[in-house]
């Protein structure tokens, strides 16, 4: 009998400073023009699919620098922050909003070696959270310190629905060869009477020192794969989630998003990276660099980029900063990257079966036909766990869509 546990298992896969001796200040000849890195850190596609979710409802973020805390203790080695976040709505149609997920995500720059625990364990709201590395890079985004390493933790447990409210992140490390440049929450919320979204998550896969995405003024491009494609029809709503560390109110990084309707060249959002969040203005902070930031929290409207005259239905866009178009003169490291785009019914029976058919593949062993039905319906349940009952989010009809024709086959009959 097949081990009705890896279906589970296939669901969540696929959808699864020298200065005075002190830190922050960056190397000087490192960033500008006509100054070629030290080390060479082209990046292209290194993050990959991490985690795909039907859901019916969006995402808030926000971040919060460490390493610039304003609110710090004088310009010493900062270890906090907070964020807050809001505009979550509580109740849609009368119907109250849970929270399906929530991420947080931090950086750290460190002599430490790649593979340390530096900076694994921060606290969140007063409770200790323990990351998982998501990404690690022999070298630093134009700091002297060697080595840069990327966490993130599921902290949905330490969310309360809707998830608005203002979050503390303490412990972070801070010293003479250690710093935290920042950290950022993402929360995905779902309310039955909330339109029906698709949400890929982009990060590395954690294995490998030189698996960050982490540049120093030269090439990234990430392409973000949306395997369900937006809506076939009518207006399109896409966002980009970011969170990068490093951007500085100085830099240039010409970057560009690229979709189906994008116009020539690209949707320009050049010069956005540049230290900041949405709580703190460039060039507001407080650290022994002075005043920049070196985090940045953007959430962008892309929307037009999927909307064509001929049709919509995109599956995949590219996040590019390219110095051969015009000149690159900042660092970046890439922790994460996520797209939520809107889908429609259809879309999402499709995708459904494709994740119920690698859970529950037609071809595998099963006791009988009702061990196979049951396979289908857990995996379908636990993909579809985002879309709730109750209003207007076509939960039933995509679940009915993706469960009932494969019931009615002949698999697992002898």
């Given at each position: 009998m097949r081990d009705l546990r890896a279906h589970r298992m296939a669901v969540t896969l696929f959808s699864t400073l020298l200065t005075a001796g002190t830190?922050?200040?960056?190397?000087?000849?490192?960033?500008?023009?006509?100054?070629a890195p030290t080390i060479n850190s082209v990046s292209t596609n290194k993050m990959a699919l991490q985690q795909l979710t039907l859901v019916c409802g969006g995402k808030a973020q926000q971040g919060t620098p460490i390493a610039g805390n304003p609110t710090g203790a004088g310009t010493g080695n900062h270890t906090s922050g907070s964020l807050t976040i809001a505009g979550i709505p509580a109740l849609i149609g009368g119907l109250p909003t849970t929270v399906v997920q929530a991420n947080l995500f931090w950086s750290v720059l460190t002599n430490s070696a790649t593979d340390s625990s530096t900076g694994e364990v921060i606290t969140f709201n007063g409770a200790p959270i323990t990351g998982t590395k998501i990404g690690s890079a022999n070298q630093s985004p134009c700091f002297p310190q060697a080595n840069t390493i990327a966490w993130k933790a599921d902290v949905t447990n330490l969310v309360a629905s809707p998830g608005n409210g203002i979050y503390t992140i303490t412990g972070a490390p801070g010293g003479a060869s250690d710093f935290t440049e920042g950290a950022t929450l993402q929360i995905l919320w779902s309310n039955p009477n909330a339109p029906l979204m698709e949400d890929v998550l982009y990060h590395a896969t954690g294995d490998g020192?030189?698996?960050l995405a982490l540049t120093q003024a030269e090439l990234f491009s990430q392409t973000l794969n949306i395997p369900g494609g937006t809506n076939s029809s009518g207006p399109v709503s896409a966002t980009l989630y970011e969170v990068i560390g490093n951007g500085q109110s100085n830099g240039g990084e010409n970057l560009r998003f690229v979709a189906a309707c994008s116009p020539a060249g690209g949707h320009n959002f050049d010069n956005t990276l540049d230290g900041s969040t949405s709580s703190h203005a460039p060039n507001t902070c407080n650290s022994n660099a002075g005043t920049e930031c070196f985090w940045d929290d953007d959430v962008l409207n892309v929307s037009s980029d999927?909307?064509?005259?001929?049709?919509?239905?995109a599956t995949s866009a590219t996040l590019v900063s390219n110095p051969a178009v015009s000149a690159t003169n900042d660092c970046f490291d890439w922790p994460a990257l996520n797209l939520l785009t809107s889908t429609d019914q259809g879309r999402a029976a499709d995708l459904c079966g494709a994740v119920?058919?690698?859970a529950c593949p037609a071809d595998g062993t099963y006791d009988n036909h009702g061990a196979y039905v049951s396979?289908?319906?857990?995996?379908?349940?636990?993909?579809?766990a985002g879309l709730p009952l109750g209003g207007s989010c076509p939960r039933e009809?995509?679940?009915?869509?993706?469960?009932?024709?494969?019931?009615?086959s002949n698999v697992g009959k002898k």
């Open positions: 830190v922050y200040a960056q190397e000087p000849g490192v960033v500008g023009a006509g100054n020192a030189s698996s999927f909307a064509c005259a001929s049709g919509n239905g119920v058919d690698r396979c289908v319906a857990h995996a379908a349940e636990d993909f579809l009809e995509v679940q009915s869509a993706c469960v009932n024709p494969r019931a009615r």
